[in-house]
């Protein structure tokens, strides 16, 4: 079994930031690619940005040179710094990790998501 924690989100004045932290634990091989998603209501789940186990990131073009993403391989973990935030920002925010575990099984896990507001 594999679980995926985060920790981070809340509500935030327009213009702020926050740290959105994914650790992972349980029968852990190696992990391949990790990201975030996030839901706003009423909409679909979408692609934040997403890292390779080589260190290649992609972005959406709707957080660009706003948020930033990176990972602790030692830790399994993965962090997305978010700054200049805007209202539209808000949603639900889940991270996904690609993990081969112990037994050599690749399957994509989820965390719980956290909720980011964006409010004055």
């Known amino acids: 079994q594999v679980q995926l924690v985060e920790s981070g989100g809340g509500l935030v004045q327009p213009g702020g930031s926050l740290r959105l932290s994914c650790a992972a634990s349980g029968s852990i091989f190696r992990i391949y690619a990790m990201g975030w998603y996030r839901q706003a209501p009423g909409k679909q789940r979408e692609l934040v940005a997403d890292?390779?186990?080589?260190?290649?990131?992609n972005y959406a073009d709707s957080v660009k040179g706003r948020f930033t993403l990176s990972r602790d391989n030692a830790k399994n973990t993965v962090y997305l710094q978010m700054n200049s935030l805007k209202p539209e920002d808000t949603a639900v925010y889940y991270c996904k990790m690609r993990v081969v575990t112990t037994l050599k099984f690749v399957d994509d896990y989820w965390g719980q998501g956290t909720q980011v507001t964006v409010s004055s």
């Open positions: 890292i390779s186990s080589g260190g290649r990131e």
